[in-house]
């Protein structure tokens, strides 16, 4: 079983997913980030929470990219 590097989402990104939602809109702004993606809808404004596999799966394009999260650098320690 070969293992998929997991997709890496920011804050702010902009997705696109597969079906459109009840009112109409296809994109989604990513506002939580963990092992559940948190979305809200562009046009109605509705959150929703999904499981970081099953969004990858639903996602059909980023539209926009949020900021990437800075990444903390391994700090060099003092021994004395």
Known sequence: MV?????P?????????RKPHPCGSLEWTVVR??????LRCRTCGRRVL????TLE?????????GPAAPVQG???LVTG
């Open 74 to 76: 391994t700090s060099e």
């Open 50 to 53: 999904l499981p970081r596999r």
């Open 9 to 17: 989402f920011y804050m702010d990104d902009v997705v696109q997913l």
């Open 33 to 38: 980030i963990g092992a559940d993606i948190g």
């Open 3 to 7: 293992l998929k590097e997991p997709v």
């Open 57 to 65: 799966k639903r996602l059909k394009k980023f539209v926009s990219r």
